[in-house]
Every structure is written in structure tokens, then in C-alpha cells.
């Protein structure tokens, strides 16, 4: 379990920021119906991939996709004779050979992945690209079944999908995600001129006082969410030198004219994700 995890997670790092989902010229679909005119850049990618949900190899299965402990699961994607894209899962290969379909969020949930929604082509980079480049994206409608407490349950959920080349390791790679939950996530955040950073208010270390006098410290993040330096007081906190995006500039916050900090409300959204792979030399179904 823990070999799958950790190269999930590596595929996940080498593919951090590639996830592109359908822009508003995305093509128009209708009936789940590929354009013509798209046939031939979707058949390419057809057939059947390989590999994993990020929370499939979780420690608690339970917030998981599935109530299945996934393993080895099988992405297929396919186009039926009246052209309507389709994305369907196995628990493993043999279960694909006979079609016997994985209901995705567990047995007797009547999960289902529906009707194409949304499919965006795009072209290759110029020249001979090293790196993992996406060829289209898409999105389908999501039907969580009797187990909406497995995804975010509102009707906007759909499957966020986009197909990508690796030239690099000879692979299709296939990235999927579905939205797993929506929390409240505001940030304390110190602000002056249009420059903002974040602050974490937390029991001071060392010396957490009482329950009931709790002795507090304030740190500064960095831009990877990690703590850069604490202080006693609000107003030691403003008097550390901050520095600004441009190399060599810095300004330094005085008590006496510094902001107050102050909570910026947002969300923090999670998603259960996948990375499914194909090897470029495997021919797609039909393929002569």
C-alpha cells in the first residue's frame, strides 16, 4: 500500500499544474455526443488505462472514492456506434476483459459516470516536447448515486477529466478529478498597500499557558504555507521587515501606522483524484 502511495504521489508531483479543465470555448455537446469534427483527435486516446485514486491508497479507506479497497483499477474510455463518449471503471484488469463494470463510490451506491458535458481539444506544442502536454480536456456529468456523502453532493459536481501525452516515458496519461468537499478556510492575513501576508495565530510554544489563558503567538507563513517566524505580539509582528516581490526592495511596517490584521474569509476545496496510463505503442480499439 505504501509503494502505491508514494508513487502516486510522484506522478502527482511531475503532473502538478498540468490539470486544465474546459474553458468557456469548449465545444458544445449535446446528447454526450462527440463533434465531427473531434472524432478523430479523441480516437487516438481510446482504450483502456492503468493506475490509481489518490484516495484509494489513503490509510482511511472509509474517505476514500470507493468502499473498495482499489488496487489495481481499470479506467476505460471509450465511443459507443452513435459517437458518445464514455468513461468507465473496472476494479482490475480480468474485470475489464469481462466488462463487468465497478460501481466507483461502492456496491450499492448506482454511482455512475453519465454524459459528456464539455470537450476542448488543444493543439501540441511546437517541436519535439520532453515534458507530459495536454491534448484535450473534458467534463461529465456525475451521478453520485445512493452515497452522496462520499463526493460533494450538489449537482455542479461533475468529472473533471483531461488526457495528456508523455513522450518522456511513452505513455497517455489520463488525470481525473471529482470535488470531495467544500470547507470554510478564511486566513488572518496582515496587510499594507496592496501587500499581504498571511498569519497564523496560534498557543505560543514552549509556553501554552491555561485553557483558560492561553499564551499566543503570531507567524508568518511563506508562500509554501510554511512557517517563517513567530512572535510574542501584534506589534512585533508589524515591525518585522517584509519584503516585496522585487529583488532588493523591503519595507519595514511601524506599530504606530501598520494595519490591523484581519480575516480574509475563503474555501478550501479538496478533490478525490486519479492518474491512469497507457502505453503510446498499445493500439486503440478499432485501430487497423
Not at 502538478?16 to 479523441?42: H, M, R, Y
Not at 495528456?164 to 488525470?175: E, K
Amino acid at each position: 500500500m505504501m509503494v502505491l502511495q508514494r508513487t502516486f504521489a510522484l506522478v502527482a508531483m511531475g503532473l502538478a499544474g498540468t490539470f486544465a479543465v474546459v474553458s468557456a470555448s469548449a465545444a458544445a455537446i449535446k446528447n454526450g455526443v462527440v463533434p465531427k469534427d473531434q472524432i478523430a483527435l479523441v480516437k487516438p486516446y481510446l482504450g483502456d488505462y492503468e493506475g490509481q485514486w489518490n484516495s484509494s491508497v489513503a490509510e482511511d479507506v472509509s474517505d476514500g472514492i470507493s468502499r473498495y479497497e482499489l488496487e489495481n483499477p481499470v479506467m476505460r474510455l471509450s465511443l459507443d456506434p452513435s459517437n458518445q463518449l464514455h468513461v468507465r471503471f473496472y476494479i482490475d484488469i480480468a474485470s475489464a476483459q469481462f466488462n463487468d463494470e465497478l460501481d466507483l463510490l461502492g456496491f450499492g451506491c448506482n454511482s455512475k459516470v453519465g454524459d459528456l458535458l464539455e470537450l476542448e481539444t488543444t493543439k501540441p506544442p511546437k517541436g519535439k516536447p520532453t515534458e507530459p502536454y495536454q491534448v484535450f480536456a473534458a467534463r461529465f456529468d456525475f451521478d453520485w448515486g445512493n452515497c452522496p456523502a462520499r463526493v460533494y453532493a450538489v449537482p455542479s459536481n461533475d468529472l473533471e477529466f483531461a488526457l495528456l501525452i508523455d513522450p518522456g516515458n511513452g505513455q497517455y496519461l489520463a488525470q481525473l478529478r471529482l470535488l470531495k468537499r467544500v470547507q470554510a478556510d478564511g486566513k488572518i492575513v496582515v496587510e499594507d498597500k496592496g501587500l499581504q501576508r498571511t498569519v497564523k495565530v496560534r498557543p505560543k510554544t514552549g509556553d501554552p499557558g491555561s485553557m483558560y489563558d492561553p499564551k499566543m503567538e503570531y507567524c508568518v507563513l511563506n508562500e509554501l504555507g510554511e512557517i517563517e517566524k513567530c512572535f510574542d505580539r501584534e506589534s512585533e509582528l508589524k515591525q518585522y521587515i517584509v519584503p516585496f516581490p522585487f529583488p532588493g526592495l523591503s519595507a519595514v511596517w511601524y506599530t504606530k501606522n501598520s494595519p490591523n490584521l484581519k480575516v480574509v474569509p475563503g474555501v478550501k476545496k479538496t478533490y478525490h483524484e486519479a492518474v491512469f496510463r497507457r502505453s503510446i505503442d498499445t493500439p486503440a480499439p478499432g485501430a487497423n
